[in-house]
């Protein structure tokens, strides 16, 4: 089980620093393929976890490759039903953003969709990268799913 980073991606000003699409793999064949678990979409709309197949994350022709870092080992009995419903059940990032007619940008919004006044402190934003540190890497190995490996 690997965390795998693919970018960098489109940057974002409410973001500065370099980011990139990260992401859970599952090794499940002996040429490399098997699963990517990570969530995907925009601040705008709302982002959705979604597990599919996938290719060798270094040989992956749909994404740009940047590194991988070994998680650990998972059972094969466990993926990918049980790694699945782990991560179903971890909240996605939400919508973070809206356009402002009135800055004629996209700002960072509050849950209820109401755009922050300059006096008001703004919440750091989540997006895939937050969600698999912060919570699905923590998740899967909190519930046994990753034996992390040890170095």
């Known amino acids: 089980v690997f965390k795998v980073r ?28 098997g699963y990517i678990h990570h969530v995907t979409g925009d601040l705008v709309s709302g982002m959705r976890y979604e597990c599919a197949i996938a290719s060798k994350p270094e040989l992956d022709d749909t994404r740009q490759y940047h590194s991988k870092e070994l998680l650990g080992t998972a059972e094969e009995s466990d993926h990918p039903h049980a790694f699945t419903r782990t991560c179903q059940a971890l909240p996605p990032p939400p919508r ?56």
């Open 96 to 151: 973070q953003k809206a356009f402002s007619p009135k800055t004629m940008r996209t700002e960072p919004v509050k849950p209820d969709g109401t755009f922050y006044t300059s006096d008001e402190s703004r919440p750091k934003l989540i997006k895939c990268t937050e969600w698999t540190e912060i919570q699905a890497v923590p998740a899967l190995i909190c519930s046994g799913l990753i034996q992390p490996a040890h170095f």
């Open 6 to 33: 693919y970018g960098p991606v489109l940057p974002d000003p409410d973001m500065p620093d370099i980011r990139f699409h990260t992401a859970v793999f599952v090794e499940t064949d002996a040429n490399g393929a």
